[in-house]
């Protein structure tokens, strides 16, 4: 009989890129969600079987197991902010209650390497708690343990990547000297793959890694080696400052400060491989396994054919927001709404190539340092910021990031097309950035909207502050975008019709 896995943490980094290869081996899969329409673009949205739930609903994670042999736990919560231990550790109690009362024969979770006897970080102490609740179950676990994960996409590896790039001339804290043995991200996959064939009643961690093992210095020499860049300097100061480092780690990389705080005071220790054991049960890959500058080839390969798979961008455990209300239910409510509208002999599917093309290394089509300044204060306040960019340079799906606005719609009807995009930015309200692509005649009508929910006094504020600003980008911003259109139609013009 097929065996059935249910994998949570589906719309997440690894979990995304788990499911098809489950599919692939012969696996029946099913995910829990809280957020369906988060898979509808996914190319395997038809093979899995859907269910809907919140791992904190005993009942609903319950419901989730019923069938299943293979439970594969992947979510967290670190980013989260305040008090994420005491909502991993009641998650990660009520998974083993809900699986040992559905009859799941494994569970199977994805911690951390950390050296013993010493004192953890918040998020290393919240990941091996989870691995002990999960061990002391009455259902079987088994519990891999892996340092930092490299490929395209993984928080780890973008924070290495924009460090060095960014920073040709590094003074870091003293954690830079420490050991850590990384792991590619198709080497994980090989491993969890492969955990339902392990034997019954198995229960106990595994230490998982590349065998390689070096600094954190050593991987950003690594990074700027491979990416062709001239060659770093990194300097060693005599202090941890993980709070600093995390603030700095914030501001120069795509990683918001509730996440890279908990990340950069989890490098105070040395990360490296206690044991081997797993070579016992699960061989190698075939090939052997990836070594560091190998996976970072690989992953800026992806990254350069916009092949990135999933993105840690995506893998956001907070509750989903509200979706914009229509227009009718504004009435009664207080609302801003800035609106744009410009007439184009340009085609519609020109208009949209653009404005699906928004964001990321494209830009936001006007006034780029002010859009960069007003990223920087934004993660000074604990935002998303603005350069956490996109995960495709030409097509968005619905639940996606790109820079500090997620993706909540994708609409395209017969009456033309229309992104909506909800910010994440910190404000005192709501805000969306909707732009649309109009057929009209031969030509478009490009509309433009920004909408803004302002929240008491301080809200309404906020928006008077910034209207001047407004008054400057949006108007550039529609221009430009009717332009970069024409631009493309001229060019698919003169490629259709050469001169000879």
Not at 107 to 113: A, D, E, W
Not at 138 to 157: H, N, T
Not at 249 to 260: C, N, Q
Request: aromatic fraction near 8%; hydrophobic fraction near 40%.
């Amino acid at each position: 009989m097929t065996q059935r896995v249910l994998v949570t943490g589906a719309t997440g980094y690894i979990g995304g890129r788990l499911v098809p290869r489950l599919l692939e081996a012969g696996y029946t899969v099913r995910v829990l969600v809280r957020s369906p329409s988060k898979l509808n673009a996914v190319p395997w949205h038809d093979d899995v079987e859907i269910a809907e739930g919140d791992l904190g609903d005993a009942e609903a994670a319950a419901k989730a197991c019923e069938g299943v042999d293979t439970f594969f736990y992947l979510v967290h919560s670190m980013g989260s902010g305040a008090g994420f231990e005491q909502k991993e550790l009641a998650m990660a109690r009520t998974v083993a209650d809900a699986a040992a009362r559905s009859g799941v024969k494994r569970i199977v979770y994805l911690g951390g390497l950390h050296p013993k006897g010493v004192e953890l970080s918040r998020h290393m102490r919240s990941r091996t708690a989870v691995g002990r609740v999960l061990l002391e179950g009455e259902v079987p676990a088994v519990v891999f343990q892996a340092g930092v994960v490299i490929g395209s996409g993984s928080a780890s590896f973008e924070m290495i990547r924009h460090l060095t790039e960014n920073l040709p001339v590094m003074p870091a804290p003293s954690w830079v000297r420490r050991k850590i043995e990384p792991i590619a991200i198709r080497d994980v996959l090989h491993y969890l793959v492969h955990a339902p064939e392990l034997p019954e009643g198995l229960n106990r961690t595994f230490d998982i890694g590349s065998r390689e093992v070096l600094t954190y210095a050593g991987i950003m020499y690594g990074y700027g080696h491979q990416a062709g860049l001239t060659r770093r300097k990194v300097f060693s100061l005599p202090v941890p400052a993980p709070k600093l480092a995390g603030w700095w780690v914030a501001l120069t990389t795509p990683i918001p400060h509730s996440m890279a705080v908990p990340l950069v005071e989890s490098l105070q220790h040395d990360a490296v491989a206690a044991e081997h054991d797993i070579d016992g049960y699960i061989p190698q890959p075939d090939g052997g396994l990836t070594g560091y500058r190998k996976a970072v080839e690989l992953a800026l390969g992806k990254m350069a054919t916009g092949e990135v798979e999933t993105s840690w961008t995506n893998a956001s455990q907070a509750p989903p927001s509200d979706p914009l209300p229509s227009d009718p239910d504004w009435a009664g409510r207080t609302v801003f709404v800035d609106e744009r509208t410009r007439s184009t002999d340009v085609a519609p599917e020109q208009v949209w190539r653009v404005i699906e093309g928004i964001g990321g290394a494209n830009g936001w089509y006007s006034w780029p340092a002010a859009w960069a300044i007003r990223g920087v204060l934004d993660k000074l306040v604990g935002g998303a910021g603005h350069n956490r960019g996109r995960r495709h340079g030409d097509r968005l799906s619905v639940g996606e990031a790109v820079d500090w606005w997620r993706v909540e719609s994708v609409e395209d009807s017969p009456e033309g097309k229309v992104l909506r995009l909800h910010a994440e930015m910190k404000v005192p309200g709501q805000a969306w950035l909707e732009l649309s692509a109009l057929p009209d005649g031969t030509g478009t009508t490009y509309r433009q909207r920004a909408i803004y929910f302002p929240t008491g006094l301080s809200g309404k504020l906020y928006w008077w502050i910034v209207l001047p600003f407004h008054g400057l980008i949006f108007p550039s911003m529609a221009r430009n975008i009717i332009q970069r259109a024409a631009a493309y139609q001229s060019s698919s013009m003169v490629t259709k019709n050469p001169v000879t």
